[in-house]
């Protein structure tokens, strides 16, 4: 009966509707508050119109996602144009809306939408792609003065140009005051200052890291020690090698970085032992064959391996399996004091080294063992031994003790040498130094040194966000329409929440007859389907809005969770489901699961609205929306004095609930957006206007030079 003053305002409302066929639910409102509170009329209305329009709502869906189907099918080429196209069509509908006062406009929106998407590549009109309709402005091609019309093409070459410059490789030799940062193309080497408590402290030791964190062993200071890089300092750990190992030992990282591999030695059996290291404890594991003192440790077919030995002079190799070590193919020279590195591709290059069967010679082969054989590949510029080298990116950066060069061997995407260059130059005649890849972190990309000014001007504006603190625009937000919807909704959503979380276990427990543990266990899993539920369908609405638009898709969402789930009230209903506990998790179930669709439709449009502004819309939503948890019990509590826990009670405080997710739904589908707004859009522009000022004075004013870059790092 009060619902009937509503009743004139309906057909405009569906004006807002993404279908006409929406209108029949707005239509249940009327209908259910017209009848008499009984005990039969939720059950025999809200099942009857379940049954009749639910599939109606479906069978559009389904419709427009067998559209989308087709708009993919393998005949075109073209889909990701084809979702940029939809983009623009979504946009143009949600702009022709806007200012539509009745059905007739709407319709015309909705054909000029369907024109709009057949015209798009792999659309009706053109079903192959651009091929079909080159004339289409997203058909243009890319390649043509790729340097000014492409932003891949931006991206990438900025990518390639700064990908070296971006990287630094901390040194820590054995005299640790001379350590130093070395840049990947070679253009600065800064000093770095480590600390520990001997200068000498990581004389011989081997090195690796152990779940990110570079960990020393061994070497001449201590023979058992195990060290940790925490910052700037070596801190020394309580837990102990089990053999001393002085030099001529390696470590490596194994099992994802999880654990660490130390092996050999300079004396006895200590040249085949070998141990692991996790972080807490060391255990001892196989014992090689062969001795491999300066064999090293490097990763073949993603297991450790080494190869040759300085004492013995063999050209011995052998990896390590589960079950113990297993023979290589030797190595074609008696080889030791070589660097080994593991590649992706499950091949093994060995760099360096000295050939004891012409003399200790040092060497500049870079040899690759791949398939069970040895081939050299390609040759160091310059011949060198007992050098350390880091394998980063498509790059090795190989550190030389005698010969001091650094040298880069790149690499393509299969693995493939294809250039060797001489970057630098050690400060000292540093052997086995211990290396560990470090990086320069910027907050946004204009914060970094070497920016230009015309690079500055290519970013997007969401990359160059302030780190002041920006004004927050409260007159803006409290007079947007779209912010009040957002509110509103959350009123619903969180009554109905209150609804689920308090009545149904009473209902439960004070009318079906349930045990009150067993009500609030069948509670408290609905809550996590509840949950589940809201995680599957967000992953659901993002796929579906990349095919059928962002807008549609969130009214769909908006009428199965405002419209459609409080109907679902009516399962709880003792005739339907009796005193049965596994009825009434079903009932409890079904309702909390598309309870989903309301939490999806809604949480997340403060961050179409006003992303910058999300956290503080959704808190000023939640002071007004949480206040159900005040005014929904004092309402239960009016029903339940008058006439106890009855049904007649349950069926009065459901009517409110139905009538309060309409109310809430009609205002949110009404006047909500799913684009951003344009005081959002001006306060970032007026706050990035200032950033990008003071960042292009500020890259003015600073220097390129080695302190400056030092200072930066």
């Known amino acids: 009966r009060f619902a009937q003053p509503f009743l004139a305002k309906l057909t405009w409302t569906t004006n807002w509707l993404l279908y006409p066929q929406g209108f029949i639910l707005f239509v249940v409102s009327f209908l259910v508050v017209r009848q008499s509170v009984s005990e039969n009329f939720m059950i025999r209305k809200s099942i009857l119109i379940l049954k009749r329009y639910l599939p109606v709502l479906v069978g559009q869906m389904a419709s427009e996602l067998a559209q989308a189907a087709l708009r993919q099918r393998d005949s075109c080429n073209d889909q990701e144009i084809n979702n940029e196209c939809l983009v623009v069509c979504d946009g143009e509908f949600f702009d022709c809306t806007k200012n539509c006062e009745n059905s007739e406009c709407s319709r015309k929106c909705i054909d000029e939408l369907d024109v709009c998407e057949n015209s798009c590549p792999c659309g009706a009109d053109c079903p192959t792609g651009c091929s079909d309709c080159p004339e289409h402005p997203l058909c243009a091609d890319e390649c043509e003065d790729a340097q000014l019309n492409n932003n891949d093409y931006k991206i990438c070459l900025n990518e390639a140009i700064y990908e070296l410059s971006d990287v630094f490789i901390l040194v820590i030799p054995y005299k640790f005051d001379e350590s130093y940062l070395q840049s990947g193309d070679g253009s600065s080497q800064i000093s770095a200052t480590i600390n520990a408590s001997d200068n000498y402290y990581a004389d011989n030791a081997a090195h690796a890291l152990v779940n990110g964190k570079l960990h020393i062993f061994g070497g001449e200071s201590d023979r058992t020690k195990i060290a940790r890089l925490d910052d700037c300092t070596l801190n020394e750990l ?328 409080p109907l679902t009230l009516a399962l709880a209903h003792k005739d339907i489901i009796g005193c049965n506990g596994n009825a009434a998790f079903w009932a409890l179930t079904f309702t909390t699961t598309m309870m989903g669709f309301q939490a999806v439709s809604v949480k997340s449009n403060p961050n179409d609205l006003a992303p910058t502004f999300a956290g503080i819309i959704n808190g000023l939503a939640n002071v007004v929306a949480n206040t159900t948890g005040f005014w929904g019990p004092a309402i239960a509590g009016i029903f339940f004095d008058r006439f106890g826990h009855s049904q007649i009670s349950y069926n009065y405080l459901f009517l409110i609930g139905i009538f309060i997710n309409y109310f809430t739904g009609i205002a949110f589908i009404t006047m909500f957006s799913v684009e951003e707004q344009a005081w959002s859009k001006q306060n970032q522009d007026i706050e990035l206007k200032d950033e990008l000022l003071e960042i292009s004075e500020r890259n003015k004013k600073s220097s390129s030079n080695a302190d400056s870059r030092k200072e930066t790092f």
């Open 238 to 565: 309580t837990v102990r090698l089990n053999e001393q190992r002085s030099s001529g030992h390696a470590a490596l990282s194994i099992e994802d970085g999880e654990k660490v591999l130390i092996c050999f030695g300079d004396s006895d059996d200590i040249r085949k032992t070998c141990e692991i290291f996790d972080g807490l404890t060391t255990v001892s594991t196989f014992s090689a064959d062969w001795t491999h003192y300066y064999g090293g440790l490097g990763l073949y077919k993603n297991k450790p391996a080494s190869v040759g030995c300085y004492s013995e002079n063999h050209q011995k190799a052998e990896t390590l399996f589960p079950t113990g070590w297993t023979a290589l193919p030797n190595h074609p020279k008696r080889i030791s004091e070589h660097s080994l590195v593991g590649l992706e591709n499950q091949s093994m290059l060995l760099i360096g080294g000295s050939d004891y069967g012409i003399g200790g010679a040092s060497q500049t082969g870079i040899w690759q063992l791949k398939d069970e054989n040895w081939n050299q590949i390609g040759d160091l510029l310059q011949a060198s031994f007992q050098g350390s080298a880091i394998y980063i990116g498509r790059s090795i950066y190989y550190f030389g003790y005698n010969s001091r060069a650094i040298q880069r061997l790149d690499f393509n995407e299969t693995e493939d040498l294809q250039n060797v260059e001489l970057i630098g130059n050690q400060p000292g005649d540093f052997y086995w130094p211990a290396l560990l890849w470090s990086f320069c972190v910027y907050d946004t990309p204009a914060e970094h040194p070497r920016i230009t000014n015309e690079e500055l001007s290519l970013l997007p504006k969401c990359e160059l966000q302030s780190r002041k603190k920006q004004s927050i625009p409260f007159r803006a937000i409290f007079q947007s329409k779209e912010i009040w919807a957002f509110v509103l909704a959350q009123i619903g959503t969180n009554y109905q929440f209150f609804m689920v979380t308090t009545l149904f276990p009473q209902l439960m427990k004070n009318l079906l007859g349930l045990d009150g543990s067993l009500a609030g266990l069948i509670s408290g899993l609905s809550i996590l389907v509840h949950i589940l539920a809201i995680l599957i369908l967000a992953v659901v609405c993002d796929k579906l809005a990349a095919k059928i638009g962002l807008l549609k898709i969130r009214k769909y969402f908006i009428i199965l969770g405002f419209f459609v789930m």
